[in-house]
T-cell receptor, first 113, second 112 residues
Framework: AQSVTQLGSHVSVSEGALVLLRCNYSSSVPPYLFWYVQYPNQGLQLLLKYTTGATLVKGINGFEAEFKKSETSFHLTKPSAHMSDAAEYFC???????????FGQGTRLTINP | ETGVTQTPRHLVMGMTNKKSLKCEQHLGHNAMYWYKQSAKKPLELMFVYNFKEQTENNSVPSRFSPECPNSSHLFLHLHTLQPEDSALYLCASMGGYQETQYFGPGTRLLVL
């Protein structure tokens, strides 16, 4: 069985500040890990994913995430927040092949000017 | 048109109505998914189709009836819904070795 916990349903940062969104997972098999972003009235857009190989993964819009097996974590970061980053962010885990995604509850990111 | 499209984008229906949601993917994928996104709850996987065959039904009530006539199209037929079925319904597709699900914009459903 797999599960995802996103710590903090709402995160607020100032423009230009570091963004850190936390995700911890549980998986009985080697996980595939994903971060998706959802802007208002839109579907989910893939930010980045980890399947195998390098544990530091770079995605779109300046985001990156690091897979830490020992901590069962896959936190999402961005060095400098932009107003356009305001959205809801979802962490997801799956087994091999990404056939069945299990999502966290989401974190709403607010950017203060 | 590219990506995953969904129609209609918004739908209001009464509890006695019958309506259908449509999803179309232009990515050449062979797997398609329906998800339900309710306020304050994680995305819930409803159905999975692979090569037009249903491979997953996540204990979804029978008032939701999926149909996958080919690998590019997926429907969700709705009848006698309840107000608690109001949600955003998302379609996704995946194919080949991409190992990534691509989502459509969703249909916002309101059941009165």
């Amino acid at each position: 069985a797999q599960s995802v916990t996103q710590l903090g349903s709402h995160v607020s940062v100032s423009e230009g500040a570091l963004v850190l969104l936390r995700c911890n997972y549980s998986s009985s098999v080697p996980p595939y890990l994903f971060w998706y972003v959802q802007y208002p009235n839109q579907g989910l857009q893939l930010l980045l994913k980890y399947t195998t190989g390098a544990t530091l993964v770079k995605g779109i819009n300046g985001f990156e995430a690091e897979f830490k097996k020992s901590e069962t974590s896959f936190h999402l970061t961005k060095p400098s927040a932009h107003m356009s980053d305001a959205a809801e962010y979802f962490c997801a885990v799956s087994g091999l092949g990404a056939q069945k995604l299990v999502f966290g509850q989401g974190t709403r990111l607010t950017i203060n000017p | 048109e590219t990506g995953v499209t969904q129609t209609p984008r918004h739908l209001v229906m009464g509890m006695t109505n019958k309506k259908s949601l449509k999803c179309e993917q232009h990515l050449g994928h062979n797997a398609m998914y329906w998800y339900k996104q309710s306020a304050k709850k994680p995305l819930e996987l409803m159905f999975v189709y692979n090569f037009k065959e249903q491979t997953e039904n996540n204990s979804v009530p029978s008032r939701f009836s999926p149909e996958c006539p080919n690998s590019s199209h997926l429907f969700l037929h709705l009848h006698t819904l309840q107000p608690e079925d109001s949600a955003l319904y998302l379609c996704a597709s995946m194919g080949g070795y991409q190992e990534t699900q691509y989502f459509g914009p969703g249909t916002r459903l309101l059941v009165l």
